[in-house]
């Protein structure tokens, strides 16, 4: 048996804190450009039945109970205790929270207090520069507080996000900007700029980049399809050039998400000495199917650059079926492989752990 | 076990008239350019095989028996009984017939009576356009008499197809066209145009889908890949901004046969809500490989947003394997999931019932 | 059981000369851009588990047995020795050696007596350039001599194997150059070329490519990721306007090692019939993944029109991993399609010999 007692979930976001009913559980279960059609629901969906197999058990019901059931329970619970219950049952023992989504979302020491876990900060680039610009007068003070506020979230974060490859996608130059390209465009947004207004300027975007490479600290490229984005930006070819001119400093990137670009990931993960591949994200999606898209990171990209991630926001669900998805497609495709002959049985339990925690200790510096 | 006793074929065509010889039957075996290589034969494919596994036992034959022993059967019958035979066969209990082929096929009256089954047209939108312009005089008679076809065709079929995506893929701007810029278009397509001619400017194509847009009938949107093109003009992902354009407008686009695409279009059906991903074609294509295919359509589109169809064209072989294909395939996937205890049955059996006929039913208003 | 006792290496090259250490062993297994990650090896890729489970008991080894043992093993009984057991015992009974990599490996003559194999050699058509352009003083020498020596080369060679695809991916026009063009390009890359420069001018690379063509010899398009590309340069789409330009014309075009889009490449061996599909390499690269990689080969590629490589270079332990898993996956492929009722065992023993070795008879016209 191929087991992963401790998981090190390397990319996920706080949960909820408020009470929910069935129409704002069923809204966390997909990223949607608008309501579920007429006669569908997304709890009919690889994620919605993974929830529905997982979840009950650990709030005292039996799995693939009725939504409308689960969520009695839950609110029964109250939404605090059920989260504690979800979040200790996952079998996650350290959480790195990405804090740079809008919503009203648990921050790490809230998340790890209740999941009995470590956790530590992972700071999005384009939400810091949002805040810098928010309090920033001029150009100068600006650009000099962009550089302070990302040298100082170094200092207590264990890596940086950003999405700027899905903002821009292959319009991204790969160089480092001139430093008065950079001054000509922070002068033009921030001219044009209301507050709250999000950065999209791409010689913006690719100054934080480097930014934050000179750092030092691993980089995590966020791959996943938001609305408003077409999915083949999540494709993490096109990042080519600007992997290949990071490499050899000493910083790490780590891509996030692919599907179904994950072999292109994976690929990546084996060329280039600082690149990693997630392979969470994908399990919350497929569901049923996780053990074979899981099998496709594990095609070509070496095992030592492999990271596992529940990629889970708002629902502490997603953290459970994340990571019990995750768990049980290790399990059955190393077993597979191992019961085939085609892998050793030590060779096997020593990947498992570089997947489940091994790589993302080594990677972020965690103990 | 899952079973799926009653199938809507949502997107077929008819059956040629003629009966075949063994080069004849071939040449429908795949869509290519030109002849078998020298030494090979279309015969030694995956839809080849499926052929000979499924349908000599519904002429009385043993499966697998040579292609020659099978044709000489089929002719002994007759085309019209072999036809009979095969089509009521199949399992499929409705067709919706694409009629906007230039063969000389069966229409959906016939294919019904054939199959002992319902049958529905779904009119190809550039066809109609073709035949408007046969017959209008000036470029005012052709744009009233074509809006006047477009919402005539609405009022007795079931669904628009066109392939616009695959004339013009990657180049077709989502929003409609201004009445000045169709007028030009029509202008010029018309002075141009012979008889038979096909239509391919792109500003007309557009104006066409979105005159069907406007009808509220389900659109179809071709991704197979024809002699001619290239597969890439298959992959719905160049559609994506056509397809927020059309959000919200209370009209269904159904995105056809996109392997080797078909995960970006599960894709697509997963995050816009009037889009629904078609999972035939594929299996036909594919063989031994469909449950495969399948469960990769399964893997991120809602699952009532998932369509059955053959995709068949000229044989009622093809009728029949595309959906035997597909019977066992959905079974064995559905069926592997519940005895992983992934899915409980009762949830299996009931999206099987989507994915076989309740979707299509309730998209395209069958009763 | 399916079995393929024989097989044709349609793609690889030759072996290393020299006693190779862990070091500089790991490095061959793998194209990557620099050296392992810290903490991590070369040794934990599919590839490397592939190796240590079917090189060691060819050498009288366990399987699985760790590195540092088994180079031990390699060393004690030399360089030579090893390489005879090793290609001895992978069941390659004929070898098509690409000659055309500026590392000194063994040619085609020295592989085959050490394998007791047949071998024969495939000409790299831009080396064969560049070894023109060191010894040709004018424009119209190095032309005369390039047509020269390309028609030369196919007196003995079995085929082409070109790199343009990578060098130029989706820039390359697919019609031949004109003559002025060629005569100028030629000119420019002459004047600003050092000995030993690659050649990479796309109008002399369309040139070479159509001189390959006229003679009739199949012609091998390199889709191999090297290092220094981008991945999406592997993918045989772009070159649907150059496949369909050299239609009809009696000369084949084999596209190799597709991997991560060899559904492309099989889409394309299944719509061209001159257009045939290499399933090697992959497996090398997937490892215990090879079965379902070659499965997705199998969907829609004609049996026809599938060749067996290996891919391999430097090491003989490549060329013995990918005529074991491929021979592995095969069996467990077609076997399970054949316990499954999809196939018949006749056929299915019929398609093995046909991708083993059938096909690549007859395309290079082995006897």
């Known amino acids: 048996m191929i087991d992963t007692p401790a998981l090190v979930d390397q990319h996920c976001h ?3 804190r408020t009470e929910l009913g069935l129409g704002t559980f069923e809204a966390q279960l997909a990223r949607t450009e608008g309501p579920p059609a007429p006669g569908t629901t997304l709890f009919d969906t690889q994620t919605g039945f993974a929830v529905r197999r997982w979840c009950p058990p650990l709030l005292g019901l039996e799995p693939h109970c009725p939504p409308a059931r689960y969520l009695a329970r839950r609110r029964e619970l109250g939404m605090i205790e059920a989260g504690r219950r979800l979040l200790r049952g996952s079998g996650i023992t350290a959480y790195l929270v990405d804090t740079g989504l809008p919503d009203d979302l648990t921050g790490p020491t809230e998340l790890g207090r209740a999941g ?10 384009e939400q810091l520069a949002e805040q810098v610009a928010d309090t920033s007068g001029t150009v100068e ?3 000099a507080n962009l550089a ?5 979230a170094a200092a207590h974060a264990v890596a940086f996000a950003s999405v700027a490859g899905l903002r821009h996608g292959q319009a991204l130059a790969p160089e ?3 430093p008065g390209q950079v001054r000509g465009a922070a002068g033009r947004w921030l001219a044009g700029r209301r507050a709250g207004d999000e950065l999209s300027d791409p010689v913006l975007l690719r100054h934080l980049l480097w930014i934050a490479v000179a750092s030092g600290l691993p980089l995590q490229l966020h791959g996943l399809g938001a609305p408003g984005t077409r999915v083949d930006r999540t494709d993490p070819v096109p990042l ?3 992997v290949r001119a990071t490499a050899g400093l000493g910083t790490d990137l780590v891509l996030l998400h692919g599907y179904p670009y994950h072999r292109h990931a994976a690929h990546l993960a084996g060329v280039f000495p600082h690149v990693y ?3 969470g994200a994908a399990p919350v999606r497929t569901g049923a199917r996780a053990a074979t898209v899981l099998a496709e990171v594990l095609e070509v990209a070496p095992f030592g650059k492999i990271l596992f991630s529940s990629g889970a926001r708002g629902l502490p669900e997603l953290h459970v079926v994340g990571a019990q998805l995750f768990r049980e497609a290790l399990g059955r495709v190393l077993g597979t492989w191992v019961a085939e002959g085609a892998w050793s049985p030590a060779d096997a339990r020593r990947v498992a752990g570089l997947i489940a925690s091994g790589n993302a200790g080594r990677v972020y510096g965690l103990d």
């Open 141 to 143: 003070s600006f650009l």
């Open 14 to 16: 706080g949960v909820l």
């Open 116 to 125: 009995d876990a470590e956790a530590h900060e992972i700071v999005r680039l």
């Open 277 to 279: 591949a997630d392979c």
């Open 148 to 152: 302070e506020s990302v040298h100082g």
């Open 176 to 178: 480092p900007p001139g």
């Open 240 to 242: 080519t050039d600007f």
